[in-house]
């Protein structure tokens, strides 16, 4: 797993940000070895990105919290807390395709589902290209979001296929 502690190369220096995204120093060094693996593409590696709930999302708050229209905007975090930690994600899994523009920094447990918001653990540069892209994720989360505020499956039912293998989570939990 990614540790607490984050450390970036940013402009030939290094800024080392804790998990509630604060900077904590700014000295130059250079940038760590990739820790994480990209050979599960389209998935994230899970010893990385293991995924990880908002405990204020349960089965009983799911009708004041995550199936409420644009609930997911009041717990986003901003791009300013999770531009740092998609930077040193790319470097984490060692992608050479370096630009930002061409990964989202995606919760592998979505909002949608009552994904934590800003734990790291959670979060990982999905990249845009592939087969299976954020693109399709993005598709798969409204589906099973729709299925768990109808009431056609559970939210434990949801956030674990999707934990588990995004790409397969329709099929598995019999929405598609």
Same mark, same amino acid.
């Given at each position: 797993?990614?540790? =607490?502690?984050?450390i970036?190369?940013?402009?030939g220096?290094? #800024?080392?940000?804790? #998990?509630?995204?604060?900077?904590?120093?700014?000295?130059?060094?250079?940038?760590?070895?990739?820790?994480?693996?990209? &050979?599960? #593409?389209?998935?994230?590696?899970?010893?990385?990105?293991?995924?990880?709930?908002?405990?204020?999302?349960?089965?009983?708050? *799911?009708?004041?919290? *995550?199936?409420?229209?644009?609930?997911?905007?009041?717990?986003?975090?901003?791009?300013?807390?999770?531009?740092?930690?998609? &930077?040193?994600?790319?470097?984490?899994?060692? +992608?050479?395709?370096? %630009?930002? %523009?061409?990964?989202?920094?995606?919760?592998?447990?979505?909002?949608?589902?009552?994904?934590?918001?800003?734990?790291?653990?959670? =979060?990982?540069?999905?990249?845009?290209?592939?087969?299976?892209?954020? +693109?399709?994720?993005?598709?798969?989360?409204?589906?099973?979001?729709? &299925?768990?505020?109808?009431?056609? *499956?559970?939210? %434990?039912?949801?956030r674990?296929?999707?934990?588990?293998?995004?790409?397969?989570?329709?099929?598995?939990?019999? *929405?598609?």
């Amino acid at each position: 797993m990614r540790s =607490l502690t984050r450390i970036s190369a940013v402009g030939g220096s290094v #800024l080392a940000l804790t #998990l509630s995204g604060l900077i904590v120093g700014v000295s130059a060094g250079t940038a760590q070895a990739s820790t994480c693996s990209h &050979a599960y #593409l389209p998935l994230p590696d899970s010893t990385c990105t293991p995924g990880s709930y908002n405990s204020a999302v349960t089965q009983s708050t *799911i009708n004041s919290t *995550i199936c409420v229209s644009g609930w997911t905007a009041t717990v986003r975090p901003p791009t300013s807390y999770t531009n740092p930690l998609k &930077a040193q994600g790319i470097i984490d899994y060692g +992608y050479s395709d370096t %630009s930002m %523009s061409s990964y989202e920094e995606d919760h592998l447990v979505p909002l949608e589902l009552g994904g934590s918001p800003r734990d790291a653990g959670n =979060l990982w540069p999905e990249p845009y290209s592939g087969t299976k892209t954020a +693109y399709t994720k993005d598709g798969t989360e409204t589906k099973l979001k729709n &299925a768990v505020c109808n009431g056609t *499956i559970t939210l %434990s039912a949801a956030r674990s296929a999707i934990k588990t293998n995004w790409t397969t989570a329709l099929q598995v939990t019999g *929405i598609g």
